[in-house]
């Protein structure tokens, strides 16, 4: 199975502040890379598919970057509806697997 | 509108059964391969089960044996039989549609989530 390691676990941040959270695959995914967010009691919802692909409707604070091993979500200027917890996601190969989250909260 | 309601969810003890129900709406079900996926209390997304349009079906280890995942296209629906649960199969479950480009798959629709609950 692709482990996924994502880091940091949690991230303490202000509003307008910078993030960039990465996930490590544990064997190459090339560009099959996935990142979602999500927030308590609501449905997760794709940000960047395919590494760096913005998904439709998603605000353009949000990029994605990495091939390989090694992707990295950043938010650039992070806004208050930002506040949730994001995963990534390999599809390379079953079983699909996610990184164990990171949760964006407010200093 | 794409939407994606899930259903059949509740507390359960276990070593029972349970079978959730996702209905879909606002596309062409049977052109997308659909997915569920847990969410257990303080821990993260955890991908079950996937059944590709022509009905090949994946599963998670854990659930291997136990689970089966089937589709109606007549219906629209997705199901997700669960027998033998345990403690351990408490969570939030979400059934989610799987869109393609080229090779690349992902979840680009969601549903809000069923609780299943086991717990003697």
């Known amino acids: 199975d692709i482990q996924m390691t994502q880091s940091p676990s949690s991230l303490s941040v202000s509003v307008g502040d910078r993030v960039t959270i990465t996930c490590r695959a544990s064997q190459s995914i090339t560009d099959y890379s996935n990142w979602y967010q999500h927030k308590p009691g609501r449905a997760p919802k794709l940000l960047i598919r395919a590494a760096n692909v913005l998904a439709n409707g998603v605000p353009s604070r949000f990029s994605g970057s990495g091939s390989g091993t090694e992707f990295t979500l950043t938010i650039d200027s992070v806004q208050l509806e930002d506040f949730a917890t994001y995963y990534c996601q390999q599809t390379y190969s079953i079983p699909i697997t996610f990184g164990q989250g990171t949760r964006l909260e407010i200093k | 509108e794409v939407q994606l309601v899930e259903s059949g969810g509740g507390l359960i003890l276990p070593g029972e059964s349970l079978r959730l129900s996702c209905t879909a709406s606002?596309?062409?079900?049977?052109?997308?391969?659909m997915s569920w996926v847990r969410r257990a209390p303080g821990k993260g997304l955890e991908w079950v089960s996937l059944?590709?349009?022509?009905?090949?079906?994946y599963y998670e280890d854990s659930v291997k044996g136990r689970f089966t995942i089937s589709r109606d296209n007549s219906k629209s629906t997705l199901y997700l039989q669960m027998n033998t649960l345990r403690v351990e199969d408490t969570a939030v479950y979400y059934c989610?549609?799987?869109?393609?480009?080229?090779?690349?798959?992902?979840?680009?629709?969601w549903g809000q989530g069923v609780l299943v609950s086991v717990s003697s």
């Open positions: 989610a549609r799987v869109s393609t480009h080229g090779r690349d798959g992902y979840n680009d629709y």
């Open positions: 606002g596309f062409t079900f049977n052109k997308n391969a």
């Open positions: 059944i590709s349009g022509g009905d090949t079906t």
